[in-house]
């Protein structure tokens, strides 16, 4: 089975955690300095997560934009208490917003849902105004394939269940296919930076095997029904030795270009 992003009881699926405050502080150290953002609009915004986390790294208003009313109604709870932020229904190919009215995009775990990417990067071209930044943060399949460790828990999704490793690869771009895309787009590259971003820190196991039990923000999880979840969940058990404040980290690339 997959998530179905459409249905009401997923709505708060990806609109119940919050980023990671290294997040912004990443985003504003590989921007050039001192540059400040008017208008942004974050593409698959799902629960407007992001969309917060743009706004709390400085950019003045953020439109999300995702093809779910489902998840947009997760998103404007979330983001309740942010009057900077609006939502919109549209996809990624279509979003129905004005041409150049943007000078930032964002797409955050968005492209792995794509089997074409060269679309959506033209839409993204085409709201951004001329010198605009585009964002595009994803995991290769290098990335999803780091082994599980203390810290990169998802590593363990994939020694537990090769049909997880399978998907996951398969639904995976490669740096490659990227950078072709954004060329193709005319975006020029600036920066391909690989890094590490905290996903959230649990005060317990138990807080751990919780989340992984109501797949929380993890639609790879989907993938499983209810009896081969708990045996991952105890595989993980049974892996990690620390009991208290676990720090998990997802292994990322993200690419920021320009319309120049």
């Not at 709505?11 to 405050?21: G, V, W």
């Not at 921007?31 to 208008?39: A, W």
């Not at 799902?46 to 934009?65: C, H, P, R």
């Not at 708990?230 to 404040?245: G, P, Y």
Request: proline fraction near 2%; aromatic fraction near 10%; hydrophobic fraction near 40%.
């Amino acid at each position: 089975m997959s998530i179905n992003f459409h249905d009401e009881k997923n709505k708060m699926t990806y609109a119940s955690r919050k980023a990671n405050a290294s997040w912004s502080e990443d985003i504003e150290a590989l921007l050039p300095p001192g540059k400040h953002f008017i208008r942004a609009a974050d593409l698959g915004c799902g629960g407007g997560i992001y969309s917060k986390a743009l706004v709390d790294a400085g950019v003045e208003s953020v439109v999300g934009v995702d093809f779910s009313q489902a998840m947009l109604n997760g998103a404007v709870y979330n983001c309740k208490d942010y009057e900077t932020i609006s939502f919109q229904l549209g996809s990624a190919v279509e979003t129905g917003l004005d041409d150049e009215a943007f000078d930032l995009v964002l797409a955050r775990a968005l492209i792995h849902h794509l089997d074409q990417i060269e679309d959506t990067f033209n839409e993204s071209y085409r709201i951004l105004e001329k010198g605009g930044y585009f964002i595009v943060q994803d995991r290769t399949p290098e990335d999803v394939l780091m082994p599980g460790s203390e810290e990169h828990i998802r590593g363990y999704f994939f020694e537990k269940f090769e049909k997880l490793k399978i998907t996951e690869v398969r639904r995976r771009h490669t740096s490659d296919q990227v950078k072709k895309a954004l060329a193709t787009a005319g975006f020029t590259l600036e920066k391909e930076v690989p890094f590490w971003e905290v996903r959230a820190t649990y005060p317990s196991k138990m807080r751990l095997k919780e989340e992984l039990r109501h797949r929380i923000g993890r639609s790879i999880l989907y993938e499983l029904d209810d009896y081969e979840l708990e045996e991952l969940i105890e595989f993980i058990d049974q892996s990690l030795t620390k009991e208290r404040n676990i720090v998990e980290k997802d292994r990322w690339t993200m690419w920021i270009a320009r319309k120049l």
